[in-house]
């Protein structure tokens, strides 16, 4: 961590207290000045920190808390991850094309594991099966970066496990109940409010994958829709009824998701990913590489596979889309 993130990290640990330089310089093993710094650094990225002679500094307010509105934060991220010994490696981007794209050609020069870039808004976002994500300010468009030493078979289970991190992050921060619909949409209040997408490199002399990016797209604040989505989508905001903090909400992700990450293979979270879809005992059309047709969702096995009954035939779907009016 830099000096920065140090010192936030120690001002919101203390939230309301007076720090003086002096204790927050021998704490961190920084210099005064260096703590000076940061502090002018942080007022400038927005956050709310008060000074006093003889007593100190005091973080009243943190950026995302003054401005919920206001893009995500590296230091508020940071400071707000719960599983310290797995950090995520921060960049936060003002615009760009796709921060999955990003994130794939940081991963082609040999960034870590851990590696995360959000971004204010996309440019070109992308969704599953070639579509576009539409990515205006005033959502979260974040991806990261995995080297899960796991057959390609297995990694599979990591987009479930990320649609699972979502639903729970979700919940937590905002209080509302979140479904999964198959494979990996979170719907809120019977909209879709993310989208996940996973790209992966594979090496063909070992069959592993090489790397893993799981995208993550979220509709936060409300912002009028090209008309084919405003059917179907939502805005976390409007269900919520309340503002909610991008960058706690971009943590708290994170935390669930390092929470499975270790056990993915057990795959003890698909009974979850079960329980939270949206489409158990519905009708719905499949869109298939033959075309559409009308089925009844039955179950979500242990694989991941969608269980639906067409004219009297049980049929396992391992990938694709389904459409259901909710
Ligand atoms: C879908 O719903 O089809 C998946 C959408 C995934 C969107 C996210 S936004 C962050 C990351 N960057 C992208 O270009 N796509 C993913």
């Known amino acids: ?46 956050h709310e920190i008060e000074a006093l002679t003889r007593r100190g500094y005091r973080l009243v307010a943190s950026a995302g808390e003054r401005e919920p509105g206001l893009r995500v934060n590296k230091e ?17 981007l003002e615009q760009t094309e796709s921060t999955n794209r990003v994130v794939k050609e940081m991963a082609m020069q040999g960034a870590a ?8 808004s996309q440019s070109s976002g992308r969704g599953r099966l070639g579509r576009s994500f539409f990515s205006p300010e005033g959502g979260i468009y974040m991806s990261f970066l995995l080297r899960p030493k796991l057959p390609a078979e297995k990694a599979v ?30 719907f809120v209040s019977g909209k879709k409010v993310c989208g996940i997408l996973t790209e992966a490199g594979i090496d063909f002399e070992t069959g592993l994958p090489e790397y893993v ?34 960058s706690v909400l971009v943590a708290a992700i994170w935390d669930e ?17 079960r329980e939270r879809s949206v489409l158990l005992n519905r009708e719905v059309t499949v869109l298939d590489p033959s075309g559409y047709y009308t089925a009844v969702v039955k179950d979500i096995d242990r694989d991941g596979h969608l269980i639906v009954e067409k004219d009297g035939k049980t049929e396992s779907l391992a990938s694709g889309e389904v459409s259901v009016k909710l």
């Open 157 to 186: 289970f990591l987009t479930t496990a990320a649609a699972v991190s979502v639903a729970r992050a979700i919940e937590r921060v905002t209080g509302i109940r979140a479904g999964i619909k198959w494979v990996n949409d979170i």
């Open 76 to 92: 508020e991220i940071l400071a707000a991850v719960k599983h310290k010994e797995f950090l995520p490696i921060v960049t936060v």
């Open 1 to 46: 961590m830099t000096g920065k993130q140090e010192v936030f990290q120690f001002l919101s640990e203390h939230k309301g207290e007076y720090l003086s330089g002096e204790e927050l310089a021998g704490k961190l093993y920084i210099s005064r000045n260096a703590v000076w710094k940061a502090i002018e650094a942080l007022r400038k990225e927005g």
């Open 113 to 120: 594991e851990g590696t995360l870039v959000a971004a204010v």
């Open 213 to 246: 990016v799981i995208g993550i797209g979220i509709n936060v604040e409300p912002k009028e829709l090209p008309k084919e989505l405003a059917p179907i989508v939502g805005f976390l905001n409007d269900a919520a009824k309340k503002p909610v903090n991008k």
């Open 257 to 273: 998701f390092a929470g499975i990450y270790p056990k993915l293979s057990s795959a003890e979270y698909m009974e979850e990913y």
